[in-house]
C-alpha cells in the first residue's frame, strides 16, 4: 500500500461489532461519489490520493486506524453524513491523540450545516469545506501540503487566532463536464457488489453516474437545496461517453444514476437513449434510474428500454394525498398508477421507495400507504423512516422541540430523531416490518423477487426474525 498525502475517508455509520453485524444485515453498501470526484480533481492537479471507504470494506475503527497508518498522510478528509458522527467524532479524536495526520478536514452536509460547533469543539485541529467540495478541497490541500496561509481559499471555515473564520461562498461549478471522470480505480470495487440496490449481478462491475446536480423540486425532506443551490445538467452526450470509458477501462456492465431524476426531460432523455444506442452500447451495458412519477411517458420509456434501461425507482413516498401536498410532493396517487403501468408495457421494473413517519403520519395513514403499495404492486418497495436531516426543508421547520440530539445522530440509537405527534416508536418499527411483511409474503410477489434477485434466503430470514421479535414486543 502507497503512501499518499491526502487521504479521504468515508467513515462507517457503525462504532461497535455489533452494530456492524446488523447493518450489514439488509443493507447495501453505494460509492461515495463525492470522494470519488474529488480524489479525481486532486489527482488530475498532481496530488497523490488514497481513499478508504470504511463503510464498504467492513473495517472496525483499529482497522482503519491501522491502514491510516501504513499511508501516513499529511492530510485526512472524511465526508461527514448525519448518521455516521457519532463514529466520526471517535474516530477524529483517535487521529489527534495519535497524531496520526498534520491536517483533518471535514466536509458534506452534516460538517457544513453544523460548521461552528465542530469548529469550537476542535479549533484548530480542523478545517470544513462547505457546499460543492472538489475547488474548494484542492486550493486548501495544495496550501496545506505548501504550508501557504489559507484565508483566501473560498468555501471554507477555520479557527486562527481564537476566532472562526468563514471564507466567501464558493460558486458552484456551472459546467459540470469540466470535471474529470470519478477516480474509481482507488476503491475496491469488489466491496461495492450488487451496490445497485438489489439485483443479482454478481459477475458485473456496477458503477454510479451522476448526469446532473441540484433539483428544481423542494421536497422536505431533501437536502439537495443545501449543497447544490441551482440545478445543473450535464450534456447527454458527456454522460454516454462516460459510460463508453467505464465500460472499456473498467468492464462496468451495469450503471445507475444517482440523480434526484434522470433523465431531466422527455427530450434529454430521448437523445441520451438514441447517442447511447447510436453508439451500440445499449447491446454492452444495463442502466437504471429514478423518475418522478408525473415524468413517466410512453414515447420515453419505451426507448429507455431498447437503450438498455432495466429498472425505474419511482418516491412514491405515501398513499395519503394530504401528506403529499404536506411534503411538498407534486405527485397525485393517480401519476403512480399511471407510471407504473407505463413502466410495465415496457418491460422496465419498477421499484417503489415508500417513506412511513412523516409529519402528520398516525396509523390510519400509515395503512393507506401499505394498501397502496400493494396496489401498486411493483417489483420491490422500500419503506423507510422520514428523518428530518440537516440541510432539508424539514429540519428547519421541524427544529428545535421535535428532533432529538440532532447533531450526532447514530443509527442504533434506542429513540429515533423524530416521531410524529400520531406514533410512538414501537408503532412507528411495527408498521414498517408489516410494511415489508405485507408486500413481500404475498406467493406470487415472493417468487418473483427470488427469482428476480431482489430477495435472497438470507434477506427473508431476516425479515422473518425480525418481525417475530416486534409481535413477541407489541
Same mark, same amino acid.
Given at each position: ?68 497508518? &501504513? ?289 402528520? &403520519? ?64 414501537? &408503532? ?47
Amino acid at each position: 500500500m502507497k503512501e499518499c498525502s491526502a487521504l479521504l475517508i468515508n467513515p462507517a455509520a457503525y462504532a461497535s461489532p455489533l452494530e456492524r453485524i446488523s447493518l450489514y444485515s439488509f443493507a447495501t453498501t453505494c460509492i461515495p461519489l463525492g470522494i470519488a470526484y474529488i480524489a479525481a480533481v486532486l489527482r488530475k492537479n498532481g496530488i497523490s490520493v488514497g481513499v478508504i471507504d470504511q463503510q464498504a470494506e467492513r473495517l472496525s475503527n483499529q482497522e482503519l486506524v491501522n491502514r491510516i497508518i &501504513e499511508l501516513k498522510p499529511g492530510i485526512i478528509a472524511f465526508s461527514c453524513l448525519t448518521f455516521a458522527m457519532a463514529n466520526t467524532v471517535s474516530l477524529i479524536n483517535t487521529i489527534l491523540e495519535k497524531g496520526l495526520s498534520g491536517y483533518i478536514i471535514l466536509g458534506n452536509v452534516h460538517a457544513d450545516y453544523f460548521s461552528k460547533d465542530i469548529l469550537n469543539e476542535w479549533r484548530e485541529k480542523v478545517f470544513i469545506v462547505h457546499g460543492e467540495a472538489e475547488m474548494s478541497m484542492l486550493e486548501l490541500v495544495n496550501r496545506l501540503l505548501t504550508k501557504k496561509p489559507v484565508d483566501d481559499v473560498d468555501g471554507i471555515s477555520f479557527v486562527s487566532q481564537n476566532k472562526i473564520i468563514r471564507t466567501p461562498e464558493r460558486k458552484n461549478i456551472e459546467d459540470l463536464d469540466i470535471l474529470p471522470y470519478p477516480a474509481y480505480e482507488l476503491f475496491n470495487l469488489k466491496a461495492y457488489k450488487n451496490s445497485l440496490a438489489v439485483l443479482n449481478t454478481e459477475e458485473k462491475c456496477e458503477l454510479p453516474l451522476l448526469g446532473s446536480r441540484g433539483c428544481p423540486y423542494s421536497c422536505i425532506f431533501c437536502a439537495q437545496k443545501f449543497t447544490h443551490k441551482t440545478p445543473r445538467y450535464r450534456k447527454e452526450l458527456e454522460i454516454v461517453n462516460e459510460i463508453e470509458f467505464m465500460y472499456d477501462k473498467f468492464n462496468a456492465s451495469y450503471f445507475g444514476f444517482y440523480d434526484a431524476f434522470f433523465p431531466f426531460s422527455k427530450k434529454s432523455g430521448i437523445n441520451f437513449c438514441n447517442t447511447l444506442i447510436k453508439k451500440g452500447l445499449h447491446k454492452k451495458i444495463g442502466w437504471d434510474t429514478a423518475l418522478c412519477p408525473e415524468m413517466a411517458d410512453d414515447e420515453l420509456f419505451k426507448v429507455m428500454r431498447e437503450a438498455g434501461a432495466k429498472r425505474i425507482f419511482f418516491g412514491f413516498e405515501s398513499g395519503n394525498e394530504e401528506i403529499l401536498k404536506s411534503i411538498n410532493k407534486h405527485m397525485k396517487i393517480a401519476d403512480a398508477f399511471n407510471a407504473v403501468k407505463i413502466a410495465r408495457k415496457n418491460r422496465l421494473d419498477v421499484v417503489g421507495l415508500f417513506m412511513l413517519g412523516l409529519p402528520k &403520519e398516525t396509523k390510519n395513514t400509515c395503512r393507506q400507504t401499505i394498501d397502496f403499495a400493494k396496489k401498486l404492486d411493483c417489483d420491490a418497495a422500500k419503506f423507510c423512516f422520514f428523518v428530518p436531516f440537516p440541510g432539508s426543508l424539514s429540519f428547519n421547520l421541524l427544529a428545535p422541540g421535535k428532533i432529538s440530539a440532532p447533531r450526532y445522530w447514530a443509527v442504533y440509537e434506542k429513540k429515533r430523531p423524530y416521531l410524529p405527534d400520531g406514533l410512538n416508536e414501537k &408503532e412507528l418499527n411495527f408498521m414498517q416490518w408489516r410494511a415489508l411483511f405485507e408486500f413481500y409474503a404475498r406467493p406470487h410477489k415472493l417468487i418473483k423477487s427470488v427469482l428476480k434477485g431482489y430477495l435472497d434466503f438470507k434477506k427473508i430470514m431476516f425479515m422473518a426474525k425480525t418481525m417475530l421479535r416486534l409481535f413477541c414486543r407489541l
